[in-house]
């Protein structure tokens, strides 16, 4: 029988409620596709922060080499450890260690779900560069508490890492409608963005058959409000992707619904897939998140790993389950827990 070695990091807050409920769906689906998942979990978290000084041990990375990939929940508690530190500790880390240069965020609206533009059926694809630019972690801070304190945030973009992954989303374009939109701010960020403009043009005379356009990130972040389905596939920075896919989660009912894929493709490497939201702590242990964001991510997760069969199943489960309506968290106008939400997810599989 096929096996998967998955590694859980549950993380911080709602993390360990939206993974312990995904991975229920997830080993229905297994069951049900002739396949097995085998999990080890790993407690890194702010938690673990506290308690040994660091987000995950010392070994880690080299231990999540071992995985075929990796399912992580949500990273943060800013009550005890300011946010820059674990996600330096624990997310970026991972996303860097493995070369996970892909962040890929589908967002469309399930059935049933009510997004705040609910005439618009949209479809997007939005593929966030994931190791360097405006998150390279350069720079740093002279006469710290001072009235001549300076802070300097070097963003890198590197030929190598704007043109791999302008060229997967080329690739994904050509998959789907043939359209691609390339985001920059380079009427005002004269260096790199002009840099990856060119980048853009170059693939874009290689891929002729694809409608390539660019836009400026604040007209694009317009656009996706008022015009989503006029966009398909949209790459974009590491700043650029990670602030367009919280709109992209908006407009698709919420954060609860936006799922991520941190992939190297052919890269040979665990892939980390996770929800795009953080740990919310303000509803955190009592039952209300919403589970599907991170049941979609292990769908991706799944499909990575060449069970696309049982992937798809699952999206189809999620969409029963919205599209009946009956069985719903807060976030989307119900009372179900977070539990129950899987449980009916699970339960669809198999109808
Ligand atoms: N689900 C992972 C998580 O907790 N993300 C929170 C976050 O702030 N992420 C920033 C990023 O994706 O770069």
Redesign the pocket.
Known sequence: MRQYRIALIP??GI?TEVVDAAWQVLAAAAARHGFALAAEAFPWSCAHYLAHGRMMDADGLERLSAFDAIL?????WPATVP?SVS?HGL??PI?KAFDLYV?ARPHRLLPGVRGPLRAEDFDLLVI?E?TEGE?SGAGGRVHVGTPHEVAVETSIFTRRGVERVLRHGFEQARRRSGRLASVTKSNAQKHTMVFWDEVTEQLAAEYADVQCTRYHVDAIAARLITHPASLDVVVAS?LFG?IL?DIGAAIQGGLGFAA?ANVNPGGGVPGMF??????APDIAGRGLANPL??IWAGALMLEHLGEAAAGAAIIAAMEAVTGAGRVATPDMGGRASTAEVAAAVAAALAD
């Open positions: 993380g911080d993390g992580l929940g949500a990273v943060g946010d996600l997310l970026l996303r962040n966030r994931n998150y590491n990670d896919t991520s996770e929800p795009v939201h953080g740990s964001a991170t």
